[in-house]
């Protein structure tokens, strides 16, 4: 069965310091991936997604994503956050044609002054 | 373009009340689906549809019934609400197959607590 796990409950990091939050998929084929981000009382927005091709694929806000297939994992980065990146981050697999998503718990991240 | 809309946005039930939670989306999507997010646990699929009249049930689908008569609606009524069903309720659609992007819209979503 496909499943997604995202090992960081929580992440708190300085503002201008760099980010990565983690993920990793079971999944028997190609996995086609996706980061959400969800800000407080809001609903979920892509960031970014894989489907093939380059393995490093860019997002918006400046997130980016590297798949590495022999370590079932693909991961989120930024190179330096800011306030507003503060939010919820969930990792998603597509689990069929029809789009059906299995999401991870998701990494809640807070930024410091 | 409104996108996905929701409503209620907060909801208070009773044990044993019945509700319907309201979806609604005009980018003519196909496909409309139910997640349920709760703490730690990420968003879990409750029931989907991959066109008007035609609905499946996802990974929890119990105390939840759909039902999809136009392409726009996809509401979702809880029969009996218990306090296991207190959650955030999200609704999200995305074009069908003929998409390639298979980015799903999601909806501000609803929260719902059951006493």
């Known amino acids: 069965a496909q499943s997604v796990t995202q090992p960081d409950i929580h992440i708190t990091v300085s503002e201008g310091a760099s980010l990565e939050l983690r993920c990793n998929y079971s999944?028997?084929?190609?996995?086609?991936l996706f980061w959400y981000v969800q800000s407080p009382g809001q609903g979920l927005q892509l960031l970014l997604k894989y489907f093939s091709g380059d393995t490093l694929v860019q997002g918006i806000k400046g997130f980016e994503a590297e798949f590495k297939r022999s370590q079932s994992s693909f991961n989120l980065r930024k190179p330096s956050v800011h306030w507003s990146d503060a939010a919820e981050y969930f990792c998603a697999v597509l689990t069929d044609s029809w789009g059906k998503l299995q999401f991870g718990a998701g990494t809640q991240v807070v930024v410091t002054p | 373009n409104a996108g996905v809309t929701q409503t209620p946005k907060f909801q208070v039930l009773k044990t044993g009340q019945s509700m319907t939670l309201q979806c609604a989306q005009d980018?003519?999507?196909?496909?409309m689906s139910w997640y349920r997010q709760d703490p730690g646990m990420g968003l879990r699929l409750i029931h989907y549809s991959v066109g008007a009249g035609i609905t499946d049930q996802g990974e929890v689908p119990n105390g939840y019934n759909v039902s999809r008569s136009t392409t726009e609606d996809f509401p979702l009524r809880l029969l009996s609400a218990a306090p296991s069903q207190t959650s955030v309720y999200f609704c999200?659609?995305?074009?069908?197959?003929?998409?390639?992007?298979?980015?799903?819209?999601f909806g501000p979503g609803t929260r719902l607590t059951v006493t």
């Open positions: 999200a659609s995305r074009h069908g197959q003929r998409g390639v992007s298979y980015e799903q819209y």
């Open positions: 980018m003519n999507h196909e496909y």
């Open positions: 999944y028997g084929a190609t996995p086609y």
